[in-house]
């Protein structure tokens, strides 16, 4: 069978998910246990995987599924409970007293607190927690959803403390003679090598990621807002540019002098620390303020199931008591992560292991104490105590938590081990390489020397199956160094690429979708919030592979000269218009005074 014949039966199970989700617009629950069943049918009658290894396969993703749905009950309930003490009410206020602008609270949460929780946790965590705390502000459950979802692309390739690089890219090119040779020839360890692809990483990802402020702005008021309108987000344009430049300037930095770790973290903190008080003085800010529609008027798809309350505390809040459940968990997420520290350790010393699942080489490992879930059910508990919580009041938080849980659960049992059948077709009859390597050989035999302009897309749609980096990663980035061997260039710039797609994909992953729609009480809409985000995803892989084109190859008359182009003429008339926006509301606001 031909590399191309074989390669578009790999791509099936990706079109099924594509056809039913996105095209149809079938609830998650509903499309795939399809697609589950789609691709069964491929692996075990097209690549003669064996029974056992399927089954091993789904077991393992059942049991990752479980994980995922650990993390986001953790987050709902801390929600919940910060909903039921009343506390959610002055975080609310805050974010008022900051901006009553949409926009501006969108960037705050999303970009900048988001970035520091992926930063420290990953696992897509940031969009479980953000979505349901716009939500608590006042955002509809579908914009809340989207914009949560589309930070997971700048910050996530250095999330968990830099696991998609250290452990994605480091044990996906970890044993090939190939790479440490190049590392040797350039004077480097392996690990050296490591950490100076995930500066390139940064750098890629702080181009790209200077206009993600500005795209989830700009799709908020198109989607969401009365006028329907592009140009009341790019309104905003000095102010998303200003917020994009003050988390990826200190990211960029952080990657290539400290390593890995911390650019998430850092990019977060510190631009938290410009943009806020920046925001509050009005910084670069058009003067007309953006609000959604009265919640009355908003379409019933935009809804979840999750409420808060309107009505005044009998005991205010202060700020700071508000906050420091939020704080908590940053905190607890940084030292049980940090490898210095020893409390990660004592938290993984506790696993359920099963190994070789049903004869197979297949082994399951979970660490429940180390997952972030644990984290947020535990600083919920300490939440009750610390807001003198009636046991009334918590039992509803757990309650609500639950009935979420279990209206997600049944997309993620069935995505999630879709996943692992796809990956772990390797073990086969037939002597194929797995799906996912045989989908990426045969778009290399198409593309030819014109890879790098594709290679993100490569990472973005192993992030889209698998729902990680780190694992798009690990599949693919000695893939992507050897094709880079075979038309001469850089292999660190290519795996850079992979690894900039890879997290920009986390946009798009059916069970990121599933997780953060869930935790913000909303079920059934991922089709539509997956059309929603392809649009920033598509720019994302666009961009990312003309620079890493360009990088390689100079500019000149050449695909990634016209790719770079195409996207810098797009921001530059972006700009303009929003200034036209800006200077017409201006003219407005005058006249009706």
């Not at 909903?83 to 900048?112: H, N, Y």
């Amino acid at each position: 069978m031909s590399i191309g014949v074989l390669s578009l039966l790999a791509l099936v199970p990706i079109l099924s998910v594509l056809l039913f989700l996105v095209i149809l617009r079938w609830p998650a629950k509903r499309a795939m246990p399809i697609a589950f069943i789609v691709t069964v049918v491929i692996a075990m009658f097209v690549w003669d995987v064996p029974g056992n290894q399927v089954a091993a396969a789904s077991m393992n993703g059942v049991v990752t599924a479980l994980e995922v749905l650990f993390i986001v009950f953790g987050a709902i309930l801390m929600l919940n409970t910060l909903k039921e003490s009343g506390a959610i009410q002055t975080i609310r206020q805050g974010f008022t007293d900051i901006s009553p602008d949409r926009r501006v609270q969108a960037i705050i949460i999303c970009w900048l607190f988001g970035s520091f929780i992926e930063g420290a946790s990953g696992w897509g965590t940031p969009a479980a927690i953000a979505a349901p705390l716009l939500v608590a502000v006042g955002f509809p459950a579908m914009g809340a959803v989207m914009v949560a979802l589309i930070i997971q692309s700048t910050p996530v390739s250095y999330g968990a403390v830099g696991t998609p690089i250290l452990i994605g890219v480091g044990s996906g090119l970890s044993g090939s003679s190939m790479v440490e040779g190049t590392a040797s020839s350039l004077g480097m360890t392996f690990d050296a090598y490591i950490n100076s692809i995930g500066g390139q990483v940064a750098i890629i990802h702080a181009i790209v990621g200077l206009l993600i402020p500005l795209f989830m702005v700009t799709l908020l008021t198109r989607f969401f807002g009365k006028n329907k309108s592009f140009t009341e987000g790019l309104a905003l344009w000095k102010f998303a540019l200003f917020a994009g430049v003050a988390f990826t300037v200190p990211f960029a930095i952080v990657a290539n002098v400290l390593g890995p770790e911390f650019p998430a973290m850092f990019g977060g903190l510190i631009g938290l620390a410009i943009v806020v008080p920046a925001a509050k003085r009005g910084f670069l800010m058009p003067k007309k303020v953006w609000n959604f529609e009265e919640k009355s008027k908003w379409d019933p798809e935009w809804t979840g199931k999750l409420e808060i309350s309107n009505q005044p505390l009998a005991k205010p809040i202060s700020p700071f008591m508000a906050w420091l459940p939020y704080i908590i968990v940053g905190a607890l997420l940084v030292i049980t992560r940090v490898n210095s520290l020893p409390f990660g350790d004592w938290l993984k010393a506790f696993t359920l292991e099963a190994n070789n699942i049903f004869g197979t080489e297949i082994s399951i490992d979970s660490e429940p104490l180390f997952l972030p879930g644990t984290v947020l059910i535990t600083v919920s508990i300490i939440s009750y105590f610390l807001y003198k919580m009636t046991s009334n009041a918590y039992g509803r938080a757990l309650k609500d938590s639950f009935g979420t849980i279990v209206s997600a659960a049944p997309a993620l049992l069935f995505s999630v081990p879709m996943v692992q059948v796809f990956i772990n077709s390797d073990v086969n009859a037939s002597g194929f390489e797995s799906m996912p390597l045989v989908l990426a050989e045969g778009v290399s035999v198409a593309i030819g020397e014109n890879w790098p302009a594709v290679a993100p897309a490569i990472g973005a749609l192993g992030a889209f199956v698998a729902g990680s980096n780190t694992i798009s990663n690990m599949m693919f980035s000695l893939f992507q160094f050897g094709v880079a061997e075979n038309i001469g260039v850089a292999g660190a710039t290519v795996v850079a690429l992979q690894a900039v797609g890879g997290a920009a994909g986390n946009m798009i992953c059916v069970h990121n979708v599933v997780a953060a729609s869930a935790a913000a009480g909303l079920v059934g809409k991922e089709g539509n919030l997956i059309r929603k985000t392809l649009i920033p995803t598509t720019y994302y892989v666009f961009f990312a592979g003309g620079i890493g084109f360009v990088a390689l190859n100079g500019f000149g008359f050449n695909i990634g000269t016209l790719m770079v182009t195409i996207v810098v003429s797009g921001a530059v008339f972006a700009f303009i218009k929003g200034s036209q926006k800006q200077r017409e509301e201006s003219k407005q606001q005058k006249d009706a005074a």
